[in-house]
């Protein structure tokens, strides 16, 4: 069982403590414990089925869990949800609401919803128009409007009311290059006043959006530092890319590549149409691309591709996984 450091301040907006979720006899979401303050932009990562998106549905009210406690500015969400939900903004990971109204009008049926005073409910509406770039579809029927702007239209609904907590799953997911970055500027922004968790799979975003990072596991966080310490954890690792034609050759190839000082955790990462690509990690700036080439060549193997490029997330989590990394933070 994993012990989470406690909660470290009484500023926490949000306390998630000892929360799980059974579905059947698997605990989905297993005893799960986090705080997050005001001016902080949480990034939550974790490979998929970790449990993020459960986790976030419990605190933003969805569903309760089969046990555990969560507080928004010290409510408790069970038990007065009601207040608690209004300080709550929720963007989930699939944006699926009344595809026969149109934008605006269901953007005034939400300030409703969380309780705007009736007076503030127009300006509120067309504030969070413009603040999400919403003004050119605010007419149009959600469910006409593109994957990218119901995105949109899921981040205005979620800023209504001005919440001091925002929950966001995977939210630059369908956007375009330029929203994405409009979109993570925004997100900075709203974060310095509020308590922000978001979910994603890229792992640059965290860096560009959060200021500390709650990898999770099997419903377990497992580890929880600042970004800086993340980086600094993963900055001196190169993955190099090695594809060959014909999976006759995987033994053949492995044996060389074993054999190349500085290369280390060789494997298979994938086995395609007769081509095998295999993946290699070295220490930065180290760069073996030549000495492979050279080898491969000599020993006339048919090589497609050497490329060198960062971990992906998924192994970045494996290697922080097996180098004991969550030992050390959770230690600290
Ligand atoms: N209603 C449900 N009934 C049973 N199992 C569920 C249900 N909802 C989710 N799960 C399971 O819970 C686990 C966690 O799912 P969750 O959606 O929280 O993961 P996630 O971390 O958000 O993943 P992703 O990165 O793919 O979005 C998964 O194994 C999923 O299959
Ligand atoms: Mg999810």
């Not at 998630?16 to 799960?32: C, H, M, P, W």
């Not at 900075?188 to 979910?199: H, Q």
């Not at 200021?211 to 190099?240: F, P, W, Y």
Request: net charge positive.
């Amino acid at each position: 069982m994993v012990t989470v450091r406690k909660p470290r301040s009484a500023e926490g907006v949000v306390r998630f403590e000892s929360v799980t979720k059974n579905y059947g006899k698997r605990a989905v979401v297993d005893n799960l414990s986090f705080e997050i303050a005001r001016g902080e932009v949480v990034g939550f990562l974790g490979p998929n089925g970790a449990g993020k998106t459960t986790a976030m549905r419990i605190l933003s009210g969805y569903f309760a869990p089969s046990s555990g406690h969560v507080e928004i500015e010290g409510i408790d969400l069970f038990k007065d949800p009601r207040r608690a939900k209004q300080r709550v903004g929720y963007l989930p990971e699939t944006v699926r609401f009344y595809p026969d109204m149109r934008v605006r009008e269901y953007l005034r049926f939400v300030t409703g919803l969380k309780g705007v005073p009736e007076k503030r409910r127009t300006d509120e509406v067309e504030e969070k128009i413009t603040q999400c770039g919403l003004s050119e579809v605010s007419h149009r029927l959600i469910g006409r409007l593109s994957k990218g702007y119901r995105q949109r239209v899921g981040l205005a609904q979620a800023l209504i009311g001005d919440p001091s907590v925002l929950i966001l799953d995977e939210p630059t997911t369908g956007l375009d290059p330029k929203q994405i970055t409009e979109i993570r500027e925004l997100i900075r922004t709203l974060g310095r006043e509020r308590a922000v968790i978001l979910s994603t799979h890229i792992l640059s975003e965290v860096s560009m959006v959060c200021n500390r990072v709650l990898m999770i596991h099997q419903g377990q966080v497992l580890a929880s530092g600042t970004v800086r310490e993340l980086e600094a954890c993963l900055k001196d690792r190169d993955a190099i890319f090695v594809t060959v034609r014909g999976p006759e050759h995987e033994r053949v190839v492995t044996d060389l590549l074993v054999q190349i000082p500085g290369a280390e955790n060789i494997r298979v990462v994938e086995r395609h149409e007769g081509e095998i690509r295999f993946c290699l990690e070295t220490s930065h700036p180290l760069d073996l691309r030549p000495e492979i080439t050279e080898l491969f060549v000599k020993n006339r193997l048919p090589l497609l591709e050497v490329r060198r490029d960062q971990l992906t997330l998924e192994e970045i989590f494996l290697k922080l996984l097996k180098d004991g990394w969550f030992q050390m933070r959770r230690a600290a």
